[in-house]
């Protein structure tokens, strides 16, 4: 066996040509006309995300930071992207550099949070989320902060304080784009039921069907007991996997594949 990695296993040596949406197009030449503004490059790696062009986000939110290195929603941004593309180190590096600059960044905070999650580091996760939470402006951000800080403590055998945290949202609370979390929190703290939350999961589109079904998988694994059911919800997430960059699609295979590792060893 080489002692050294090969060419393949570091550099991406082939790579799809970009095929741009008239947006993306439209904010490349933005770029080429205002080379040295930062806020073209940060526009340029939102339109690329949105096409799931996560490599060349990152990259052009690396251009812009040559040209404005302290630029909070620069690091923001890229850390997005790299977590999109589950490197968790850089996304943490990039979000704790967010943080330096503005430390009441909510965006760097949460996502700072849900990395840590990801990385297993959930002591610095809980530390993160209950920041994040104090600085959330309206229930829609309490609400997803609250999912993560939840699935955190469950997954830290935490339940009581897992219990307090989900007491926090109320199911007359103004959800907003927390829709998905929220219906999962509602199971968590007792006002909803986990069967009918699953079913109305299953009926979305793959990333809203992730988004609410991860953390009832969660949910089932450390709190009901219930491993094999949550084990099927994993695999149901992988094998809808259009939306792969997804947050609970990375939770998600990390975790399956965390109990196939454990099951083939026995």
């Given amino acids: 066996m080489s002692k050294i990695a090969s060419k393949s ?3 991406f040596a082939a790579r799809e040509p970009l095929t741009p949406s008239d947006e993306t197009a439209r904010a490349l030449e933005d770029v080429r006309a205002n080379p040295d503004d930062p806020e073209k490059y940060m526009q340029l790696g939102l339109c690329l995300r949105r096409q799931m062009f996560f490599r060349e986000a990152v990259e052009a939110y690396s251009e812009g930071l040559t040209c404005a290195p302290f630029h909070c929603l620069l690091y923001r941004h890229r850390g997005h992207a790299y977590l ?5 180190a850089q996304a943490a590096a990039d979000f704790e550099m967010g943080l330096r600059i503005d430390p009441r960044n909510w965006d760097c905070l949460y996502h700072l949070g849900v990395v840590y999650h ?3 580091r959930y002591e610095r996760a809980v530390e993160v989320l209950e920041r994040c939470y104090a600085l959330s402006p309206s229930d829609e951000f309490r609400i997803c902060t609250a999912d993560w800080l939840c699935m955190t403590l469950m997954r830290m055998g935490k339940l009581d ?3 307090e945290v989900a007491g926090r949202i109320r199911p007359d609370m ?6 998905g979390y929220f219906e999962r929190v ?3 703290n007792g006002s909803r039921d986990a069967g009918e939350v699953l ?5 979305l589109d793959d990333h809203g069907f992730a988004t609410g079904a991860y953390g009832l998988a969660v949910y089932f694994e450390c709190v009901t007991g219930e491993r094999d059911k949550a084990k099927h919800i994993l695999e149901e997430i992988a094998k809808r996997d259009e939306t792969w960059g997804g947050f609970a699609e990375h939770a ?8 196939r590792e454990a099951e083939e060893r026995g």
Avoid: K, T
Avoid at 84 to 88: A, H, P, S
Avoid at 174 to 179: D, I, K, M, P, R
Avoid at 199 to 203: L, T
């Fill in 9 to 11: 296993n570091e550099i």
């Fill in 84 to 88: 999109n593309l589950g490197l968790y």
């Fill in 118 to 120: 990801l990385m297993r």
């Fill in 161 to 163: 304080e897992m219990r």
């Fill in 174 to 179: 103004v959800a907003g784009g927390s829709e």
């Fill in 186 to 188: 509602l199971v968590y």
């Fill in 199 to 203: 079913a109305e999961a299953e009926a």
């Fill in 252 to 259: 998600a295979a990390e975790r399956l594949r965390e109990l």
